[in-house]
Every structure is written in C-alpha cells, then in structure tokens.
C-alpha cells in the first residue's frame, strides 16, 4: 500500500492504495452497509442512466434548432437512419417544435438528477452512519494496548477523514463516474453517428490532448500536495501555540512564535510560486491545444458543410459532443484518484472492523450474582511487560494478596510499575505469566465486563467530560437519581462546593473539567467511584497534585470512599498511607518490602529511606 505523503503532519488526506482486483473485491465487502437499501440503490442507478441519457440530448436538439433556423439546410444529406426506424439526421423540426422538445428533456432531466442526487445521499448518510457505529462500537472494544501504540488523535482524525471520504465516494464519486461512463458511450455513438470520418479525425486529436493534461495534472496535483502539507504544519504551529499561551506568555516568546510561524508561511509561498509557473504553463498548454482542437475540428467540419457532406446544425452538435466527450475523459483521471484514495480509506476502516476487540459487553449490563466480588484479590507471582516493549519487564514477580475491606498501599519510587500492577487489576493487559484471584477464582473465570463493573478508578489527572457535573458524577452509575447524586456529592466533600455555583449541579464543567480546580474536579471523580459503589478501589496518586487544603478535604472524602472496600492506593505522599493495613513497596519490578507502617520504620530498608526524603522535603516547604 502507498502510504500517503501526508500521513505524517497530521492532515487528514486518506493514503492512496494501489488499485488492484484483490482491494477492490476487498472494498466491495464494505457495501454490506448498503444493503438495507439496495432497491433505492438499483433506482439511483437508473437514474444515473437516465440523466446521462437525457443530457446527452441537449446538443442533438440544439443541433436540430440550428438546422430548422438556417436555409438552405434541406438537402438531405447522406446518412443511415439510425435503429429509431427513422433518419434522425434529416427529420424536420420546426424551431419552436425543438424548444418544445428541449424543456421536455430538460424538465426530465431535472427530475432525473434531482432523484440521483437525493437518493444517493440518502444511502451514504445512512449508510454511513451504521459504518461510524459499528467503527466507534469497535475502537471502544480495543484493548489497551492499541491505544497505548497509536496516537488517538492522529487516529480519529483519520478515521473520520476515511469514513468521510467513503461517503463521499458513495454519495457523489460514484455517480460521477457512472455517470461519465454513460456520456462517454452515448457521446461517442452520437459522433459516430453524425459523422464517421469527423469523429475520426476528432479521436486523432483529443485523446492525446487529454493524456497530456493528465499527466502534467497529476504533477501540477502532487505539488499542489506539497503546498498543502507546508500550510497544515504551519496551522499546526498556530494550534500550538494557542493551546499552549500561558507558556508563551510566560516565557514572553511571543516574537519566537511569530517568526516560527511567518518562517513556515514563506515556505508555503515560495512552493506555491514554484506551482505557479506550472500551473500557468499547463493552463495556457490547456488553452491552446482544447481552443486549437476544436478549431481544427472545426475546420475539418466546416469543409465537410462547404462540400455538401454535412449540415451546419449537425456540425455544431458533434463539437458540442466532442466537449462533452473530452471533458469527461478528462474528469477520469480525477476519478481515478479518488478511486485510489476510497480504496485506501476502505483499507483503515477494514482493519478496524476486523480486529480483535476485548470480550467487553457493548450493552448495559448489571453484575451477576454469580461473579459478585468480595473483594479478596491475590496476585500470584505475576510477571509482565507490555506488548509494546516486550524486552523490558516491567513486573518480575509481584505476589501480594488483599482482604475483602483492606487498604493496600503501594508506594516505591517512579517507574517502579505501580500503576501497572492497578492496570493488570483492570485486566487492561493479561500478565505473562502468573495469575491474578478474586476471592480465590482466577480472573479469567469472570466475564471482563462483570470484573470491571466492580472496580472504580480514581487517577491522578481527572478528566471530566464536557457536559455538567450531574453528568459527570452520574457516570458512575448511569440513570442515577438525583438524590442519589446529591448523596454522592456529600460523602466527597463536593456538595458545598457544588452548590456554591449559581447553576449548582447543572454547571457545566468545560472542556476536560477546565472550570474546576484540581481538587474540585479529584472530588467530582470521588462522588463518581462512590456512585458506582465498586467492591475494589484503585486511588492512583489521587491527592498528588493537590494543595494541602484541598487535599484535607480530598482525603477525608476518600476515607469515606474506602470504607468497607478492599483498596489499593498508590500514594505519592507517605503521610497520606500510614494507616494502610499492608504498605506493599515496589523497586524494580518486585516487592522490596511489605508490613505496616511501623514495621517497616523499623527495618532500615526502602520505605524508611524514602520517608526520610520526604519529611526532609517537608520540613523545608
Ligand atoms: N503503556 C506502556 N507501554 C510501555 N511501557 C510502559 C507503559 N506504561 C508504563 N510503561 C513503563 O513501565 C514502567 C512502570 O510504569 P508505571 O507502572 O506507570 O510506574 P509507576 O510506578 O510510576 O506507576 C515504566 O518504566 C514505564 O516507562
Ligand atoms: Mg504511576
């Protein structure tokens, strides 16, 4: 597959891919989302045939009129009559019989385009939207893994930019192209009809005019590309600098900015006036040789009129026919291109569709009696690394076990492979080796949804949703009352607060919760684990980033939250965790120590050592 020149610099520009009958049967496997609508689908076609039929009508009339208008334009001239049964070439029409019949066609052809252009519409939105949901449902199912290799915004992007492209390819290239197959047959026979010997001499021209054009089109297309890569990393630049503004200000660069950007702009500019020569050599070439070739055709025809072979109203229609005819020769290459990008775009989109998601249910479940955790959890000599960095081990041998109630702490210096343990918890990745129990069955015995279903996470960045924080606190537990809600909020210490906002519950908390400080939204995210009462709770560095103020707050809420349940906690701060009933400390992959609080300040091992920094650190703040 020829990946696209844009992939890299975040434009969204679907890859190329090869037009080959495997990709294209490949392709054609994705018009299952179509069938639904197949009889319409048949309908648009015929439409498509008709429209094309009746455009092509046109110039015969006009033709026609001509004739009926110029005297001297009876003679018969020499011809077949053509499968009508009658010779259309010499039939008479009056002037206004020819306008008579050219609002027939044209008021068919109306008809005609608009029923084309509204049914296929019609089955690509639809179409396309079951294609979106079945694409999101899929991406939703991935594991972790997947997402920790690509880049998530890289990749909505390009799958909304392939889905787009997908359905345009349905809702217009299509037709188009179709479209461009019948006026080229039709346009040929019609020119074949009005004249052997000109269409001839017309087809000695055109297609070596028009293979000019595609190629040097394509060229002019491929630096155009270039030009358009050099504005998105520029628009880039602008992106950045605005999402980053406190910084720039900060740091008063300013003027560092502007000459960043003002320097990727000359750089566009200097490719597009490099285009320019080109795009203004091929337009005048287009100029001269499409006006120069009718001319000649002209010519030629005009002669043929001087010795009697030809009437002047046919001449006009074969030229008008030959325009037709070139310009749609030339919109294939177009065509073509799309074609390639559709089928690129095809290539993603099958990917995903056909991959592996996690045994996730994609519905609203409840938990099952029978997998009801109690919230006794055991890691048995757990090894792991992640799928994308296989040769570093992460986790070497962890074996640890938790209580239904107990409060587990795990603390070691970063990197150790804390969080990693909370995220095999998840079952987010299955360990290497090793297995993990709750309340003494393995967790491969329990459906993955039904495990998660009781676990709540509270991380250290807290990213809210945009919507308000009834919504955001309701996560926990969809459909939620309110007063479940308000409940919620009281045991976080987030109710106060809440209602100190003029709009209460209903305030909207902005994109990623920007509206609220770092402690409110740690206590929306707490009011949303309470909701959702999990047998096990994960508090990631959940106070870390807190001032001490709302840290008190902050911590008396999660007190609360822990109650009754088995938590693990990974605590930055050592002073938060010293009632923990086991202070699990992890170096290196493995578990350096283990006991209470006071057991170990009574080894001179890890956990004392990194006390000791602490209190120092402390003291001086
Ligand atoms: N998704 C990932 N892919 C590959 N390596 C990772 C990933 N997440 C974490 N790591 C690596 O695993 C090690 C342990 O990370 P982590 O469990 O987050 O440490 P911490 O104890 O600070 O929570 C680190 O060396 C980190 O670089
Ligand atoms: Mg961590």
């Given at each position: 597959m020829a990946k696209s020149r844009r992939d890299n610099n975040g434009n969204d520009a679907s890859p190329k891919a090869k037009i080959s009958r495997e990709n294209i049967s490949q392709a054609l496997s994705l018009f299952k989302y179509l069938k639904p609508y197949r009889i319409k689908f048949v309908w648009a076609l015929l439409f498509i045939a008709l429209s094309a039929f009746t455009t092509s009508l046109f110039p015969l009339f006009l033709g026609k009129m001509i004739d009926a208008a110029v005297p001297g334009t009876t003679i018969p001239v020499a011809g077949n009559t053509g499968g009508l049964g009658l010779d259309l070439k010499n039939i008479h029409w009056s002037v206004n019989t020819t306008l008579l019949f050219i609002f027939l066609q044209l008021g068919a052809q109306t008809i005609f385009s608009f029923m084309r252009v509204y049914l296929l519409t019609e089955i690509g939105e639809k179409g396309l939207a079951r294609m979106r949901q079945d694409v999101y449902s899929k991406l939703l199912s991935m594991p972790m893994s997947f997402y920790a290799e690509k880049r998530v915004g890289e990749l909505s992007n390009r799958i909304s930019s392939d889905l787009s492209q997908i359905q345009d390819a349905i809702s217009f290239t299509f037709a188009e192209f179709l479209r461009a197959v019948f006026t080229l047959i039709i346009g040929l026979f019609f020119i074949f009809w009005v004249s052997t010997k000109l269409a001839l001499i017309m087809l000695a021209v055109v297609p070596v005019v028009a293979v000019l054009a595609v190629v040097f089109g394509s060229r002019i297309r491929k630096m155009s590309g270039k030009a358009q890569d050099q504005l998105a990393e520029s628009g880039t630049i602008v992106q950045e600098t605005f999402q980053g503004i406190a910084i720039v200000k900060a740091f008063t660069n300013e003027y560092y900015e502007i000459a960043r950007y003002a320097k990727s702009i000359y750089a566009v500019v200097q490719t597009a006036i490099t285009n320019a020569r080109y795009r203004g050599a091929f337009i005048a070439f287009m100029i001269f040789s499409v006006f120069g070739g009718i001319a000649f055709v002209m010519w030629n025809g005009i002669n043929m009129v001087q010795a009697g072979e030809l009437k002047i109203g046919l001449l006009v229609m074969f030229v008008i026919f030959s325009v037709l005819v070139g310009t749609t020769f030339a919109g294939f290459a177009d065509m073509f291109s799309q074609l390639q990008k559709t089928l690129g775009a095809t290539q993603s989109i099958r990917e995903i569709l056909r991959s592996d998601g996690e045994p996730v249910a994609l519905n609203d479940i409840m938990v099952e009696p029978a997998f009801t955790l109690h919230g006794n959890v055991t890691f048995d000599h757990i090894a792991f690394s992640y799928p994308s960095r296989k040769d570093v081990q992460v986790l070497k041998d962890i074996s640890l076990t938790a209580n239904n109630g107990e409060q587990i702490a795990l603390v070691g210096p970063s990197g150790a492979g804390k969080s990693t343990i909370t995220s095999l918890l998840l079952r987010f990745y299955k360990p290497d080796s090793g297995t993990i129990f709750f309340d003494g069955k393995p967790a491969a015995a329990f459906p993955l949804s039904q495990l998660r279903k009781q676990m709540a996470l509270v991380p250290q960045d807290i990213i809210l949703f945009g919507g308000t924080i009834k919504e955001n606190i309701a996560y926990g537990k969809p459909g939620a009352t309110d007063a479940e809600i308000i409940a919620a909020a009281e045991k976080a210490n987030a109710h106060l607060f809440i209602s100190s906002f003029p709009e209460k519950y209903d305030t909207v908390v902005g994109e990623h919760g920007m509206k609220l400080s770092g402690g409110q939204r740690q206590r929306v995210a707490i009011a949303r684990a309470i909701l959702k009462n999990p047998s096990i709770l994960i508090l990631d560095e959940?106070?870390?980033?807190?001032?001490s103020e709302s840290e008190q707050l902050v911590q008396e809420a999660l007190e609360n939250l822990m109650k009754g349940r088995t938590s693990f906690v990974i605590a930055h701060r050592l002073s938060t965790i010293r009632n923990a009933d086991k202070i699990m400390v992890i170096d290196k992959g493995v578990i350096a120590e283990s006991g209470t609080h006071n057991e170990l300040m009574n080894r001179n091992g890890l956990y004392r050592r990194l006390n000791e920094m602490q209190f120092d650190i402390s003291e001086l703040t």
């Open positions: 959940a106070t870390s980033s807190l001032d």
